[in-house]
């Protein structure tokens, strides 16, 4: 148990979010958001109930975790909504300052508590990007029973680091929670009418395109709700040292891989498999840069063994040094571990502890059970990228789990190494163009809406 010291940012932050009780809290992983947040509700007092919507892990564990670090949180009583359909109607029952419910919860628990009797006079939606995809006559089907309850609420807090991974249009669903429609339009086709366009050659199902105006117009709309914290304005830290590990497809894999490209199948010895459209036609793309193919019933066929040779150079490189290797697909991890007898898959707790322990030389994780409530900042500082993935927000959550403000906020003063093992001339170079143009957008939004002094 600690007594709390804020740090300058975390208070200009809990001032904010009294001072605005519908609002936006953008910060990166590391940053103590849980913390600022848990303090408000704290300091509200009274009989006001919070609900706080998230991921599972986070909902299981983070939140109550929290509230039992800190000396100034200690009556804070968290409960859980998650489990059995009999657990979580016995959290529900609990009395508690805050409820904590994962996401795919959400549906029930709404038909468990009719909207004219909701109780919860404050919501918080932690990694609120889950909002995203809200729409008022289509859209996610969580996001729309949120709707029904969204705006009975005294206050609503959306959390998350990665506000825009995937460009402006993100933020839409994400403020309507917030303000109902008045910063960025009462509908998502407002918005998208107002601030983007298509290309009109590309036909209808083309991508919207923002105007040039359109960012700054979007971040002067949101910034009476919303606050920025960058980690980079407040640590003195340097980024990460990115390293790109370039392998070159064998003759026979780059025939089959251009036959899948031009004509979505591609023939081996073992069977040939076919792409049905142009995303399944890129996914088989990414895997055949990683080594294998995947077959309709789940199986693969093994074409290459690049990447792993090109991890064992990294290994060799690191001289010992632990290693996180993040992966894509099954067939990744299974030919990592076969090639690596010392790796260990990240899949409990236990795991966690004995990587920050340094019992583990190389943690193989897939950054979506690697992203939300994890620390492994203490196990080491290399992080390698065997697969890749269109989601900027899990590339981006796994390097936070080692990144420079985790190791910083730790005592470790040492740099943070990134490898990237890319195909030549593959699908690999293609999502790391696409995601370096969503981390600028994402980027010049959160400049534009960062807390200053």
């Not at 993935?389 to 796994?398: K, N």
Request: glycine share 8%.
């Amino acid at each position: 148990m600690k007594a709390v010291e804020f740090r300058p940012y975390q208070t200009i932050a809990l001032d904010f979010l009294r001072a605005t009780p519908r609002a936006n809290l953008f910060a990166g992983m590391g940053l103590g958001k849980t913390l600022v947040v848990e303090t408000l509700v704290n300091d509200l007092q009274g009989d006001d109930c919070t609900l706080v919507l998230a991921p599972l892990r986070v909902a299981r564990k983070v939140w109550g975790d929290e509230a039992q670090a800190w000396e100034h949180l200690q009556h804070l009583t968290v409960a859980t909504i998650t489990g059995t359909s009999a657990q979580r109607e016995a959290a529900i029952r609990q009395q508690a300052h805050i409820h904590t419910i994962n996401y795919e919860n959400v549906e029930w628990l709404l038909d468990r508590i009719p909207a004219r009797h909701w109780p919860f006079k404050n919501v918080i939606g932690d990694e609120s990007t889950r909002l995203k995809g809200f729409r008022l006559r289509q859209g996610g089907k969580r996001a729309a029973a949120l709707a029904t309850i969204a705006h009975r609420t005294e206050r609503w807090i959306n959390l998350t680091g990665t506000p825009s991974a995937n460009g402006l249009i993100d933020l839409w669903g994400q403020q309507w929670f917030i303000d109902k429609g008045v910063a960025l339009g009462r509908s998502y086709s407002a918005f998208e009418t107002r601030w983007f366009y298509r290309d009109p050659h590309a036909g209808e199902h083309a991508p919207l395109i923002p105007h040039r105006h359109s960012q700054a117009e979007i971040e002067a709309a949101m910034r009476p709700t919303t606050m920025s914290i960058r980690a980079k304005d407040w640590f003195n830290i340097a980024d990460p040292i990115h390293t790109e590990v370039r392998i070159t497809l064998p003759h026979a894999a780059r025939e089959e891989y251009r036959r899948m490209a031009r004509h979505l199948f591609a023939q081996f010895k073992d069977g040939t498999v076919r792409a049905v459209n142009a995303a399944a036609k890129s996914t088989k793309l990414l895997q055949l840069a990683s080594g294998a193919i995947y077959r309709e019933d789940g199986s693969w066929i093994d074409v290459h063994d690049e990447k792993i040779d090109a991890l064992r150079s990294i290994v060799g490189e690191a001289g010992g040094a632990p290693i996180v290797v993040s992966y894509q697909y099954r067939h990744e991890l299974t030919r990592i571990l076969a090639a690596f007898p010392r790796a260990r898959q990240l899949k409990t707790k236990k795991d966690e502890d004995d990587w920050n322990a340094g019992k583990i030389e190389m943690l193989v994780a897939h950054p979506d059970s690697a992203g939300h409530g994890l620390n492994l900042q203490h196990g080491g500082n290399i992080l390698v990228y065997f697969g890749h993935t269109w989601r900027l927000e899990s590339h981006l959550q796994i390097l936070e789990r080692i990144g420079p403000v985790r190791q910083k906020q730790a005592g470790y003063d040492r740099p943070v190494f990134v490898y990237s093992i890319i195909g030549d001339k593959t699908a690999d170079e293609a999502v790391i163009l696409r995601n370096a143009g969503k981390a600028s957008v994402m980027d010049a939004l959160m400049e534009s809406l960062k807390a200053t002094v």
